[in-house]
């Protein structure tokens, strides 16, 4: 770094040297899974629809500026696209592609509205009194007493038959997927922040979310969270190995 | 997040809801609300209460929700909390839709609609207002609909009673149409049906 | 403020002067974002417009949206195959353009500009916004600002560390560096917009309009926040110039042309039938002021005169403050006489005449209610309130 005097050089190496332990201990991914309350049909040969994945990947600039990355963006959704056709091709299933209509300004057909509008509802309903989202820390998370405590029990009804009848599918598989990763110059910053005033900053966090939906029942049977810090998302093989871990417990 | 977009409508309620300890509606167990009217459930219901209001759900508020006034009087509006306005800026109170002692079934209906409209909704319609019973006196029902910001269509129905006081009560039920609100409907027109006044 | 407040907001002011960032106009042919922070705006934008489309606020209305797109496209002129104009069901006077292309008119605007002019007058600022890439100007400048702002924050930080300063005022640096930004931030978008008006406004005279309309949406405007004294952002931070200089630019561009079309026989055909629609959402907002400013406004117009003394009579009874009662009654008379009041008008007025003790009169009202929608689906109740009951 020129122009960086030797003690400031000495007080950032050794922040580095401090900080590689402290990242170490927060680089970690954690999944959540859960099944439907009543189990799961497990059906020959199933196919399953993939939904449009809804991926977006940020860069921190050095100043902390949210920069949207069009490129991370456009890989991370080619990886998650790729590792569930092997995921659901390794459980003896077949992968079909929900196909965008075309030159409309509504990204899917009207007549599956029904079904995505009902579905954003019930999983904010999953995200509250399952995953507890929203919550501050040490409140206490809002329970249903007409629930049971572990395992899924919520449906999206008979909004789902149009999706069956048009991709003849069993299940709709959702996949959402959120990250923000530094830039070098943002690390070096967490670094001196660190070494300054003993802050320590997650280089990067992020949150995918998948979704299995019966479209025989409309029940949703299965979901996954995925959260994680300080890996690389823009890194191909990082993002292909966390997309495998969010995938792996799949039921089918 | 996706989910966080389209955070639906009643969200507010969800964030309410969280902050009392949620309690049991027993199938069977006649329960009073308020004083005022008794209602009896044959489902079993998660219950979150306020003063003059209670609020029931099975699935999850977004997804249907029963809720039971009681004694409103003049000045109180639907929220959850109906008279404690003290704790709402002057500002945002003057803007909240509010019973008024003068008020006809009509305009009870409109309340309920200019109310979803506030809480979110982006139309809300109240229609076939009609004679009804509450308990043994006359009161008045009415049919809602309502599309969320999120498009999702709700339906609802509700059953009202202004009494000699003035004082409304008034039991709403909302639900998405798309199987969250039939799945509760013949339960609830039970429930109707149940009320008992206790005064 | 002591001698390190100034130098840390003179400091930061003379960084942050040097770094705005300018992008080329787009080129029309090529409506296509031209470099990575652009391609990353147009995705997240991609996904603002299709949350948009899907979710219950785009007006489902094919004719309605038709309508906006074309007055668009005429105002856009070699823009237009960029664009996409969406209705939103939104009440308030506002309309939005992401750098995509997708603009969003709200249905408060629709209400409140009289005239197909006055519309193109919005719309010919919002394509500008696109057209000028205003939003990679934005993102560009406050990358630069923030990057330097935080070499301004560290040394100030550390300057604590060293004994400059105590700790509280340290946060309190803090603070007047993010208000420097802040305004400075606003500051320069207030460039944009005025840009957007000046440029606006040449594209809606190309396209054969009055310029002198664009002046007229902000008088309208003022004249509506002072009627309700509706509260204004500080001018510090404002992000839009003041309408009243506004008003007085855009006037002195548009001169003395008095040619151009206004186009409000258009507009009234386009928009007639969603007017009622539209005076109700702001209702159910209790925005009883600004409905009877608007609804007073469109009786000077005349179209539909009856729906609007209706919808007057509607502000009233909702309100209900003393002696609301009695201009409620009026106004539900003033529509019944009228042409264009819907059948409502005899309910709701039976139902202020019933609140003001005047049964008979109420009955009478009530009746006619009957007669005129003897199926509606709400007879029994009415028939019941004849009877004396409910």
């Known amino acids: ?252 | 997040m996706t989910a966080a977009r389209c955070i639906p409508l009643l969200l507010a309620i969800v964030l309410a809801t969280g902050c009392v300890s949620s309690r049991t509606i027993h199938p069977g167990e006649p329960r009073d609300i308020f004083g005022e009217y008794r209602v009896m459930s044959a489902a079993k219901w998660t219950r979150a209460g306020w003063r003059n209001m209670e609020l029931w759900t099975v699935d999850g508020p977004q997804l249907q929700q029963l809720r039971l006034y009681a004694d409103l009087e003049d000045g109180d509006s639907l929220y959850e909390r109906p008279r404690q306005a003290v704790l709402v800026r002057p500002s945002v109170r003057k803007y909240r839709p509010k019973f008024h002692a003068q008020m006809l079934p009509h305009d009870v209906a409109e309340l309920v609609s200019s109310t979803l409209v506030q809480w979110g909704a982006v139309e809300a319609d109240a229609t076939a207002l009609r004679p009804a019973r509450f308990g043994d006196r006359d009161g008045f029902r009415f049919d809602i609909r309502f599309v969320s910001q999120g498009g999702l269509v709700y339906r609802g129905l509700a059953l009202g009673h202004i009494n000699a006081e003035k004082r409304l009560h008034l039991i709403l039920y909302l639900g998405t149409e798309a199987h969250y609100f039939p799945k509760f409907r013949e339960e609830v027109e039970a429930i109707l049906a149940s009320v008992e006044l206790t005064r | 403020m002591n001698p390190v407040h100034i130098a840390a907001v003179g400091l930061a002011a003379l960084l942050i002067a040097g770094c705005a960032f300018e992008a080329p106009r787009m080129a029309p042919a090529r409506a296509a974002p031209q470099q990575p922070a652009e391609e990353g705006l147009w995705e997240i934008s991609r996904k603002f417009e299709e949350a948009v489309a899907m979710s219950g606020r785009k007006v489902d209305d094919p004719a309605l949206e038709a309508y906006l797109q074309d007055v668009g496209c005429r105002v856009a002129g070699p823009y237009c195959d960029g664009i996409r104009v969406y209705p939103v069901a939104a009440p308030d006077f506002n309309a939005s353009m992401s750098p995509n292309g997708f603009m969003q008119v709200w249905t408060g605007l629709l209400l409140r500009v009289e005239n197909e002019a006055q519309l193109a007058a919005v719309l010919g600022h919002e394509v500008m916004h696109y057209a000028e890439r205003h939003s990679l100007e934005r993102l560009e400048t406050t990358r630069r600002t923030a990057n330097l702002l935080l070499a301004v924050q560290f040394g100030l930080f550390a300057g604590g560390h060293t004994g400059f300063s105590s700790g509280p005022v340290r946060v309190s640096l803090g603070d007047v560096t993010n208000l420097v930004a802040g305004g400075y931030l606003a500051a320069y978008s207030r460039e944009h917009e005025e840009e957007a008006d000046r440029e606006g406004l040449r594209l809606m005279q190309t396209a054969g309009y009055h310029p002198g309309a664009a002046a007229r949406v902000w008088q309208n405007l003022v004249a509506e926040q002072e009627a309700c004294k509706l509260p204004r952002p500080a001018a510090l931070l404002a992000s839009h110039p003041p309408s009243t200089e506004r008003m007085a630019y855009l006037d002195q561009l548009a001169g003395s042309d008095a040619s151009g079309a206004n186009g409000e026989q258009q507009f009234l055909d386009a928009t007639l039938a969603y007017r009622g629609r539209w005076l109700r959402a702001e209702l159910a907002l209790r925005h009883f002021c600004r409905v009877r400013v608007v609804a007073e406004r469109l009786l000077e117009r005349g179209a539909n005169p009856g729906e609007l003394h209706y919808y007057l009579g509607e502000v009233y009874r909702l309100r209900n403050e003393p002696g609301d009662l009695d201009k409620a009654i009026e106004a539900y008379e003033n529509a019944i006489s009228a042409a264009g009041a819907p059948p409502e008008a005899h309910r709701e007025l039976g139902l202020v005449l019933q609140r003001a003790n005047r049964d008979a009169e109420a009955r009478a009202a009530f009746q006619a209610y009957l007669d005129r929608v003897p199926g509606s689906d709400d007879a029994a109740m009415v028939r019941a309130y004849l009877a004396g009951a409910g």
Not at chain 1, 9 to 27: E, G, K, M, N, Q
Not at chain 1, 71 to 91: F, G, I, Q
Not at chain 1, 144 to 152: A, E, F, H, I, M
């Open chain 1, 1 to 252: 770094m020129p122009g960086t005097t030797r003690l400031a050089r000495h007080r950032i190496r050794a922040a580095l040297v401090l900080l590689i332990p402290a990242l170490a201990l927060s680089a970690c991914v954690s999944v959540k899974p859960m099944r439907a309350a009543g189990g799961v049909e497990v059906r020959d040969n199933p196919r399953v629809l993939l939904m449009a994945p809804d991926v977006l990947l940020l860069e921190i600039t050095t100043a902390g500026v949210p920069i949207p990355r069009a490129d991370w963006s456009a890989r991370a959704h080619d990886t998650l696209v790729e590792a569930s056709a092997a995921t659901v091709a390794a459980r003896g299933g077949e992968l079909v592609h929900y196909v965008r209509p075309a030159d409309a300004r509504l990204p899917v057909a009207p007549g599956h509205l029904p079904a995505l509008r009902l579905y954003q509802v019930v999983l904010g309903a999953i995200l509250t009194y399952r995953y507890k989202f929203g919550t501050p820390r040490g409140a206490r998370a809002p329970s249903l007493v007409t629930k049971s405590d572990d395992g899924l029990e919520w449906t999206l009804g008979d909004t789902v038959a149009p999706l069956r009848a048009d991709y003849d599918a069993d299940y709709a598989l959702f996949l959402t997927f959120r990250a923000a990763s530094s830039n070098s110059g943002r690390a070096m910053v967490s670094a001196a922040a660190f070494a300054l005033f003993g802050v320590i900053e997650a280089t990067s966090q992020s949150v995918g979310l998948a979704t299995l939906v019966d479209l025989h029942s409309g029940e949703v049977v299965w979901t996954n969270l995925l959260s994680g810090s300080a890996f690389e998302v823009g890194e191909p093989e990082e993002m292909h190995a966390n997309t495998l871990k969010l995938l792996e417990t799949l039921p089918l």
